[in-house]
């Protein structure tokens, strides 16, 4: 006898493999799972018990060695994704050799933001349409929640766009990062904790253990890190100044820029996206911008992009973001 699995079993499996090979979702979806805006809960189950898991230092408690750890993985990856997945990965901003590519791209996939080509994808596809019908998370179109999270939850885009990247497709290095993308991150969640449990036996004066460390380091960090990171899709569509006239609704944001070492300086961006900085005046802090430039002097990166002079004094035609185009358009 046939043993036939009902549906629930079926979109089990179904997420249990795309949990650990997101290759899977570029093919054909079984049935009950097409594309759609609906929100794959047991798909996405692993990024809401990251969070949960962060109420375990009630239980690990805490020690300075962990915050310093948390602190560190956090600048570190958000300079990795702002500088490589963003910049580089997405806009081309800046060249680098192959393997520089490839650490860079091992180290902002550690940030759990899934791999180079999902995110460089999505991110050129948000750059094609910002602020109007198409775009997969207009804060301006469908809001504050669905803009920093509910749209990377949702069926219709767990799949890369590979269509738009297909000069990154080209590497398979990048290819097995992207389809493999939960093995960097659970890599670096199992060496904090090894780490913490080597200090815990040599070290004991510093009260950390593996679990604080595996807590604070890989889940806190995460979490703050991921959240900062899609206040740019959110929060930098809606509140802040406008330089330039862009077709979109973007802003600039000083307190996003440092949160993000950089990246809420996104008017500027959206005005000009080829620039390796987004700071584009002296007093727009940009951190990310300040060491790719050391990188470029140690000659780790090269050819970064500036923004020509004619780009930069561009001024607004109009003081306000767009009107607000009708969903029913898209
Ligand atoms: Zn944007
Ligand atoms: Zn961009």
Avoid at 53 to 79: D, E, K, P, Q
Avoid at 202 to 214: C, E, F
């Amino acid at each position: 006898m046939e043993l036939i699995p009902d549906r629930r079993l079926r979109a089990l499996r179904t997420a249990l493999r795309f949990w650990f090979d997101a290759g899977a979702a570029g093919s054909a979806p079984p049935a009950g799972l097409e594309p759609s805006r609906r929100i794959d809960w047991l798909r996405v189950a692993p990024f809401v018990a990251l969070h949960l898991t962060c109420l375990a230092a009630f239980w690990t408690g805490t020690s300075s060695v962990a915050i310093a750890i948390a602190a560190a993985l956090y600048a570190l990856r958000m300079f990795a994704i702002t500088a490589f997945y963003h910049r580089y990965c997405s806009h081309r901003a800046f060249a680098v050799s192959r393997t520089v590519q490839f650490l860079f791209a091992l180290l902002a996939a550690s940030a759990g933001q899934r791999g180079p080509l999902w995110w460089a994808s999505h991110h050129r596809h948000h750059h094609l349409h910002a602020d109007r019908p198409g775009d997969a998370h207009s804060a301006h179109l469908d809001g504050f929640l669905w803009s920093h999270v509910g749209w990377f939850m949702a069926r219709e885009n767990f799949a890369a766009r590979r269509e738009l990247v297909a000069d990154l497709a080209r590497y398979p290095e990048l290819r097995f990062l992207d389809r493999f993308d939960v093995l960097v991150p659970l890599g670096l969640a199992a060496l904090l904790y090894a780490v913490g449990e080597l200090l815990a036996v040599h070290a004991p004066d510093l009260s950390v253990t593996g679990p604080q460390l595996l807590v604070w380091g890989f889940c806190i960090s995460t979490v703050a890190l991921c959240h900062a990171t899609f206040t740019i899709n959110s929060l930098a569509h809606r509140f802040g100044t406008r330089r330039y006239a862009t077709t979109d609704n973007s802003r600039n944001n000083l307190w996003l820029a440092l949160l993000t070492l950089g990246e809420g300086w996104h008017n500027n961006h959206h005005h000009f996206p080829g620039s390796a900085r987004q700071g584009f005046r002296w007093y727009e802090l940009d951190f990310t911008y300040y060491l790719l430039r050391i990188l470029a002097h140690l000659r780790l990166v090269s050819n970064l992009r500036d923004v020509p002079a004619t780009v930069l004094d561009a001024r607004p035609a109009r003081p306000a973001g767009p009107s607000r185009p009708s969903k029913e358009a898209a």
